[in-house]
Nanobody, 121 residues
Framework: QAQLVESGGGLVQPGGSLRLSCAAS????????MSWYRQAPGKERERVAA????????DYLHSVKGRFTISRDNAENTVYLQMNSLKFEDTAVYYC??????????????WGQGTQVTVSS
């Protein structure tokens, strides 16, 4: 069955960097748009970055623009989130999300289990 497995989270100091990875399996990765979401304690889940199926277009949450970069490798069925200049407020559980919508089948989507990112001095 479809599966998304995130990795790369951890503890980092303010100003540091982390690279998250999300390995996909069980579905046709290269026809799904991919996103990274995050959820901090007591807050709603928010979309951090998104990338189209062919990687041609990206979109970012305003607060991470210029610091985070989403990319994908369709040959490796993996999506990445490079996070630089990390701030305390970036602390959250980060989730990988895959989605595809067609007229015939509607929305087909999958979530990963999440990886914790903690920015602390």
């Amino acid at each position: 069955q479809a599966q998304l497995v995130e990795s790369g989270g951890g503890l980092v100091q303010p100003g540091g960097s982390l690279r998250l990875s999300c390995a996909a399996s069980g579905f046709t990765f290269n026809i799904y748009a991919m996103s990274w979401y995050r959820q901090a304690p007591g807050k709603e889940r928010e979309r951090v970055a998104a990338i189209t199926a062919n990687g041609g277009n990206t979109d970012y949450l305003h607060s991470v623009k210029g610091r985070f970069t989403i990319s994908r490798d369709n040959a490796e069925n993996t999506v990445y989130l490079q996070m630089n200049s990390l701030k305390f407020e970036d602390t959250a559980v980060y989730y990988c999300y895959a989605q595809k919508s067609t007229a015939s089948r509607g929305l087909e989507d999958y979530w990963g289990q999440g990886t914790q990112v903690t920015v602390s001095s």
